[in-house]
């Protein structure tokens, strides 16, 4: 398994021994971490919601086509959704190649194919009210999501 | 036919549940996502939602069958 949806924190250091190999001379790594802030709103929290079946099986496919595309020899990836923390790791991913150029490709490839196509719903709680799910084209809260501003 | 649906993140909460058994005339996951839109006043466009039948990803045009499991998907939001 490449790709996983999990409930519990990301290790980073443990991670990225899955990348080991022999071959490698190069390996690149992305974490995405909570921030306390989203278009000038104070964030405090968010809750992110996957369709963990599906969002497996579209992340094993990213990592395959990534592994296919570029010159690499180890790809991985997870996701973690509940209820996260400023500062905690959302999501994780990494790459191992023989060369830096093949790695970063592969990483950037990774995160952005997920960020658009892998069922995964983020919620904002703001720190003066209540929440409002994002919207991933704008970055902004989905229209009438029910959050009173 | 009649199709179970299944809604997720902001769609649930605009629908105000997570799932709804109905009966339809609609032939394809897009025209029964345009006649659920309507009811529950969805506003997100079609072009950046996505459709899931019986726990795979599908497309708009897939035709429907009776007792198939239909999930909606707001636009994805994941990072």
Known sequence: MSFEITEDAIDPVARKAELDHDSAGACATFEGWVRDHNEGEAVSALEYEAHAAIASAEGERIIGEALERFDVLEARGVHRVGYLEIGDCAVWVGVSAAHRGAAFDACRYIIDELKQRVPIWKKEHYADGPSGWINAVTGKETPDSGAPR | ?79
Not at chain 2, 23 to 45: K, N, P, Q
Not at chain 2, 57 to 62: D, E, N, P, Q, V
């Open chain 2, 1 to 79: 036919m009649n199709i179970s649906v299944q809604y997720f993140a902001v769609f649930r909460e605009q629908a105000g549940r997570d799932t709804e058994d109905l009966t339809t005339s609609a032939a394809t996951a897009g025209e029964l996502f345009a006649e659920i839109s309507t009811r529950h006043g969805f506003a997100d466009s079609v072009e950046r939602c996505k459709v899931a039948i019986n726990d795979e990803l599908a497309s708009w045009t897939t035709s429907l069958s009776d007792g198939d499991v239909v999930l909606f998907f707001p636009p994805v939001a994941g990072g």
